[in-house]
């Protein structure tokens, strides 16, 4: 059974902070993903890595970074927490980048305070 | 730039039918998706449609028109759990963007 995990289900911090998200594929997948997704918004893409350490910014970098130091392991940094990024936040990976299915985490729910 | 629309919300009863329309401007096309998410749940795949045409899969089907730029998602035979947000997403030149989601409610 294919499984994406991430680090926590709830989280909530201050403005200011440091904030690390972490997430874990089982499948041995190439590409991993970072979304957050708003309500009327959908989905909106921050960063994806097609490899260990290869990133690639998506639609909304701003305020965000990410490190693949392994392949089964795709983290996103808040360097400087704001209420703006108070969001549910979703790690994705998949076979192909694009023309697969991508398998989604359960989300992690930040709320900046 | 990319512009995907779907309603917000749709409401039937169980054991109904319902489609759900997406349309689509985007930069390029290869390719559209249909995810399922469950309240407080991950999105899982539903469809996914390269080529004109209906794709049927048990209760699901989803159809795609490239020149019109248009896609559904048809849930039949419609049960309680069933009750969820529908995620039409398009694959661009070189990457997916989705859709603000459809929330499905269904009632007994």
């Known amino acids: 059974d294919v499984k994406v995990t991430q680090s926590s289900r709830y989280l909530v911090k201050r403005t200011g902070e440091k904030v690390f998200l972490e997430c874990v594929q089982d499948m041995d997948h190439e590409n991993m993903f970072w979304y957050r997704q708003d309500p009327g918004l959908g989905l909106r893409l921050i960063y994806f890595?097609?490899?260990?350490?290869?990133?690639e910014k998506g639609d909304i970098p701003e305020g965000y970074s990410v490190s693949r130091e392994k392949k089964e392991r795709f983290s996103l940094i808040l360097e400087s927490a704001s209420t703006n990024q108070t969001s549910m936040y979703l790690c994705?990976?998949?076979?192909?980048?694009?023309?697969?299915?991508?398998?989604f985490g359960p989300g992690t729910r930040l709320t900046v305070l | 730039g990319q512009n995907i629309d779907q309603p917000t919300e749709m409401t039937a009863t169980e054991g109904a039918i319902v489609q759900i329309n997406c349309t689509y401007q985007t930069s390029g096309f290869n390719g559209l998706f249909w995810y399922q998410q469950h309240a407080g749940e991950a999105p899982t795949f539903l469809s996914y449609n390269v080529l004109d045409g209906l794709e049927e899969k048990g209760r699901f089907s989803s159809f795609l028109s490239r020149s019109k730029g248009y896609s559904y998602l048809l849930l039949k035979e419609l049960q309680m759990k069933d009750s969820a947000s529908y995620l039409c997403?398009?694959?661009?030149?070189?990457?997916?963007?989705f859709g603000a989601g459809t929330t499905v409610t269904v009632r007994a």
């Open positions: 997403a398009v694959k661009g030149d070189y990457k997916l963007s």
């Open positions: 890595s097609y490899d260990v350490k290869m990133k």
């Open positions: 994705a990976s998949s076979f192909q980048p694009w023309n697969n299915e991508q398998f």
